[in-house]
């Protein structure tokens, strides 16, 4: 099978045009706050040079039309998001936000994939049009760059299905339409509808108008970044506690829901099982950690406990990364909740990383029914998933995911070690860069950095977390032999 280049040049330079003129809404805000000419300056020339360079590409093959295959979808995900991310490091890189070219490229990877982990020690310090634009990369990175690309994609003679199937694996629901422009819709008007409504909901909680839009986009892409180095802590006002905890639970459930959920009302919602795992995983694990902070003494003040439970355990399994208390400090059991969170993740379809909950869902099934078939050899019980039998090679593909997803886990720990910060440092990196989360444990806990790494372990961390946000097969595939065969 030949690889569609012109088609995949086509939509590359769409997206390449989208990153440029997202950076322009950066050049206003740091004209606004008086930033140093040079920042100003350096975020409007990027903006422009980009947007030129993404309209000339797209110009040179407007005229072909490709309907875009399975491998080529694959091809496409991992150079846009490569592509993304190296653009989007540039400016960090000339304005000296950053000081090297490995800290701009893991800055910005961390924001296109909504990860929220950062090497910049103090970013209070630092201009508020880069500031900005770290925001922006997650905002943007939340919804696809990719899926930005799709929406225009009927237009231009290209079909994206088999694109769009690679980006939002979906396991719990069928396609909430068969017409690829009404699927665009839903996630548009749903992810734009949560940003505005945060937005006015942190103004009127208290928050300046910058703080927030930075942290809006922050929180629905569940991506973590903030403006401040101490964190959510900073505000240290629990009307925007709840208000950011509500929507991190939002933005971490399947998005198709809300479309069923209009259609058929909210039972679409409570009676989906991957939802109900993911709420009651949320709300068990708020009430151990509450209580067992409680019995160790660790605060005598139950409201507050509670507050600061719920709010981790929410930021962690939607793998949006924020903080409002040094996790560190809790006790390890605590600690040990919130690093099988990390792993467990999200619901698919959603902005959130990790394993996903619909597929830990599999797994959990799949481990019941061979205990079933041991006992009972000759009996016939299918896995459900939402009262639909899983078909046997979707459960062997969640296998082979979950221990693709263990195994370069393990390498990638193994590969970080070398810099020797510890084994809870360097395990807990890997994990959440691969599951998109942000923060993590030991030297890069609540209040770290990852700026202590080597560049060589940076650039690690740089293909997990790129490897966790294009669900692993995307990206591994490409360095397959099979997969650049023309006759495959």
């Known amino acids: ?30 004209a606004f706050y008086h930033d140093s000419p ?45 592509t993304a991310s190296i653009i989007g490091a540039v400016p960090l890189l000339i304005t000296g ?28 310090s630092m201009p508020r049009g880069i500031v900005f634009w770290r925001a922006t990369t997650q905002w943007v990175g939340g919804i696809g760059i990719l899926v930005l690309a799709i929406g225009l994609m009927p237009s231009l003679g290209i079909t994206g299905q088999n694109v769009l199937s690679n980006e939002l694996p979906n396991l719990s629901l069928g396609k909430i339409s068969t017409r690829m422009p009404d699927v665009i819709k839903t996630l548009y008007v749903t992810y734009c509808t949560f940003t505005i409504t945060e937005i006015i909901a942190l103004k009127l909680a208290g928050l300046s108008f ?56 909210i039972h679409a919602l409570i009676d ?73 993740g999200g619901c698919s379809s959603s902005t959130s990383g990790g394993v996903k909950a619909v597929r830990i869902l599999v797994i959990l099934r799949y481990i019941v029914h061979g205990s079933h078939s041991r006992l009972h050899p000759n009996s016939i019980k299918p896995i459900t998933i939402n009262g639909n039998s899983v078909p046997n090679n979707t459960v062997t593909s969640v296998t082979y995911h979950v221990f693709l997803y ?3 886990m393990l390498a990638g720990t193994f590969i970080v070690s070398i810099d020797n910060m510890g084994l809870e440092t360097s395990f807990s990196a890997v994990i959440t860069c691969m599951g998109n989360i942000g923060p993590a444990l030991g030297d890069i806990g609540a209040t770290g950095t990852f700026a202590d790494f080597s560049w060589f372990s940076k650039l690690a961390l740089c293909v997990s977390m ?23």
């Open 1 to 30: 099978m030949t690889i569609h280049y012109k088609a995949l040049l086509k939509v590359v330079g769409i997206l390449v045009m989208v990153t440029g003129l997202s950076m322009l809404p950066s050049f206003f805000v740091s």
């Open 38 to 82: 040079g920042v100003g300056l350096t975020l409007f020339l990027c903006g422009l040079f980009f947007t030129w360079l993404g309209y000339m590409l797209f110009h040179m093959f407007r005229g072909y039309r490709q309907e875009l295959k399975i491998r080529d979808g694959f091809l496409l995900l991992a150079v846009c998001w490569f």
């Open 97 to 124: 936000a950053v000081s090297s070219p490995i800290d701009a490229l893991f800055e910005s990877v961390s924001g296109f994939c909504t990860t929220g982990s950062t090497v910049i020690g103090d970013i209070e």
């Open 210 to 265: 910058f703080d927030a839009v930075v942290h809006t986009f922050a929180t629905v892409s569940t991506g973590g970044f903030t403006a401040y180095n101490d964190g959510m802590a900073h505000f240290d006002n629990t009307a925007v506690y709840v208000i950011v905890m509500i929507f991190m639970l939002l933005c971490g459930i399947n998005f198709n829901l809300y479309y069923s959920a209009l259609k058929r009302g």
């Open 272 to 344: 989906d099982v991957e939802f109900r795992f993911y709420f009651m995983a949320a709300v068990v694990s708020s009430a151990v950690i509450c209580m067992t902070l409680l019995i160790t003494s660790y605060d005598s003040d139950i409201y507050n406990l509670a507050l600061e439970s719920a709010f981790q355990v929410i930021s962690v399994i939607s793998t949006t990364g924020f903080t409002i208390a040094d996790y560190m400090q809790w006790p390890v059991f605590c600690q040990a909740i919130l690093l099988i969170l990390m792993f467990i």
């Open 406 to 408: 263990i195994i370069i």
């Open 466 to 488: 790129l490897a966790g946000r294009l669900e692993l097969y995307t990206l591994f595939i490409l360095f397959t032999p099979r997969f650049w065969r023309p006759d495959n």
